[in-house]
């Protein structure tokens, strides 16, 4: 059964760091971008990072782009996402996403529809 499972959250405060993964089973890893995603309350549930399937290609949305860095360990089956600096505005539930393709893909690489399975979430919570 395929599955991905996020982990790493919790409570840190502003300019802390927090490292997220993904462990993924199920399916071969090898074979998929993994993109990570992040709902505040109220918002809108947003793309923030995409791997693609052999990790030589990232994308990030421009608010995290120097804080945050995502990686793969397909051995693993796994994928990370490095959180540095972290702001009040970065808390949110993280969830982790298999696309349907090896690319993350251009300027629309972010869209949920091309994601097809997704984890049930972490939660982040950056305050003082």
């Known amino acids: 059964q395929l599955q991905l499972v996020e982990s790493g959250g919790g409570l840190v405060q502003p300019g802390g760091s927090l490292r997220l993964s993904c462990a993924a089973s199920g399916f071969i890893l090898d074979d998929y971008a993994i993109g990570w995603f992040r709902q505040a309350p109220g918002k809108e549930r947003e793309g923030v990072s995409c791997?693609?399937?052999?990790?030589?290609?990232?994308k990030y949305v421009d608010s995290v782009k120097g804080r945050f860095t995502i990686s793969r360990d397909n051995a693993k089956n796994t994928v990370y996402l490095q959180m540095n600096s972290l702001k009040p505005e970065d808390t949110a539930v993280y969830y982790c996403a298999k696309k349907n393709s090896r690319l993350c893909g251009g300027g629309s690489w972010s869209a949920r529809v091309l994601f097809g399975s997704w984890g049930q979430g972490t939660q982040v919570t950056v305050s003082s």
């Open positions: 791997i693609s399937s052999t990790g030589d290609n990232t």
